[in-house]
């Protein structure tokens, strides 16, 4: 709910590379009869394994990208370097988006109206919410230097112009 796949979208698009959500992945699979057994955790709102998410993911990592909702944790983060720098493209840089928490769960209850995604409920929304908190200061500190922290109140248009101000997009 902080606007992390709207504004992913749109950079992406601006860059001319993919788009690679974590959440959409661990959704799509489980609306393909879920072959990677994701259901129990997306819906209980914990994390899913890292070799099912590597699974999903990696395959889709090129040499350009703009990842949506990965790394959650510094293991993630750290093996995320790896694959990239064998493949001969390192992460050039981390972003993320602050805000309140209320503005968070004002948004989470829009979007669960909306979308009406399983993962949106109340219960799940503030699990995930509570994780996320749990790990965001180490991996802010294992990306240190490539770190970028953007104000992720207001209007999406507004929002994007301060990530692209952040990130040095002309």
């Known amino acids: 709910a902080s606007g992390k796949g709207t504004q992913g979208s749109r950079l992406a698009a601006e860059l001319g590379v993919p788009h690679l959500s974590s959440g959409h992945l661990l959704r799509r699979s489980m609306d393909r009869g879920d072959p990677f057994g994701v259901r129990p955790y997306v819906l209980a709102g914990e994390k899913v394994p890292d070799p099912i998410v590597e699974a999903l993911l990696v395959p889709r990592l090129g040499p350009g990208f703009v990842l949506d909702g990965y790394p959650r944790s510094v293991t993630q983060a750290a093996r995320l370097d790896a694959i990239l720098?064998?493949?001969?493209?390192?992460?050039?840089?981390?972003?993320e988006l602050e805000l309140d928490d209320e503005i968070l769960v004002v948004r989470m209850v829009l979007r669960s109206g909306a979308e009406k995604r399983s993962d949106d409920r109340p219960d799940v929304f503030l699990r995930r919410l509570e994780m996320y908190r749990r790990d965001a200061e180490e991996l802010r500190g294992y990306y240190d230097g490539r770190l970028v922290r953007v104000d992720g109140s207001g209007e999406p248009s507004e929002v994007?112009?301060?990530?692209r101000s952040a990130l040095g997009i002309a």
């Open 160 to 163: 994007y112009e301060r990530i």
């Open 85 to 95: 720098e064998r493949e001969g493209h390192p992460l050039d840089a981390a972003l």
